[in-house]
């Protein structure tokens, strides 16, 4: 049983355009929502995170969105570049744990 | 600057072969983590440890053990390597509370 459902799996997107990637939920103990960037042949980086007690988190060209009563969180990726190309995975962790549950991850490619 | 260092990037083993991976961190982190990564199934928890000697099961354990002597230090190891154990073995550490810091991984093939 998956506890975070990422989508899509694969995702191909033209330079300058906007790439959406959905994550859902089920567990309302979860608390911490961060999304992890990895590049090929490298390990997953942490790219940016959100608590539930904003709707929304800009970093540069990444934004994240939350809908708690959803149960559901995005990332945003605006004006793509080919250098976003990557593996992005969602994650979701409860509130005293240090274990995240790791959605299946999306292969973006951004071509130029 | 943090560092997760998994000492082998490329591995060829045979069926039946005892493998070992180590990981090594710089970070003075309390917990450490293995996970195996497959394309479609993203990133799957091994074995976690959060000190010293003290380790977890995580989603997929069969098959694998995990060794922690020292507190920078986690070794995944297959006792018996099988085809199925092919696959992409990422290392990982973090504080208590904190993102974790990956290596790079370490690509095995079992022949």
């Known amino acids: 049983q998956q506890q975070v459902k990422q989508s899509p799996q694969s995702l191909i997107v033209q330079k300058g355009g906007i790439s959406i990637i959905n994550c859902a939920y089920e567990n309302t103990a979860f608390d911490y929502f961060p999304w992890y960037q990895q590049f090929p042949g490298k390990g997953p980086a942490l790219l940016i995170a959100?608590?539930?007690?904003?709707s929304e988190k800009k970093e540069g060209r990444f934004t994240i969105s939350f809908n708690k009563s959803a149960k559901q969180f995005s990332l945003h990726i605006m004006d793509s570049q080919p250098g976003d190309s990557a593996t992005y995975f969602c994650a979701a962790r409860v509130g005293g744990s240090y274990i995240p549950t790791f959605g299946r991850g999306t292969s973006l490619i951004v071509h130029p | 600057d943090v560092k997760v260092t998994q000492s082998s990037r490329y591995l060829v083993k045979r069926t039946g072969e005892k493998v070992f991976l180590e990981c090594v961190q710089d970070?003075?982190?309390?917990?450490m983590f293995w996970y195996r990564q497959d394309p479609g199934l993203g990133l799957r928890l091994i074995y976690f440890s959060y000190d010293v000697k003290m380790k977890e099961k995580g989603d997929i354990p069969e098959g694998y053990s995990v060794s922690r002597e020292k507190k920078e230090r986690f070794s995944l190891i297959l006792e018996s390597a099988s085809t199925n154990q092919t696959s992409m073995y990422l290392c990982?550490?973090?504080?208590?509370?904190?993102?974790?810091?990956f290596g790079e991984g370490s690509r095995l093939t079992v022949l």
């Open positions: 990982a550490s973090s504080s208590s509370g904190g993102e974790l810091f």
């Open positions: 959100i608590r539930p007690d904003v």
């Open positions: 970070m003075d982190h309390e917990n």
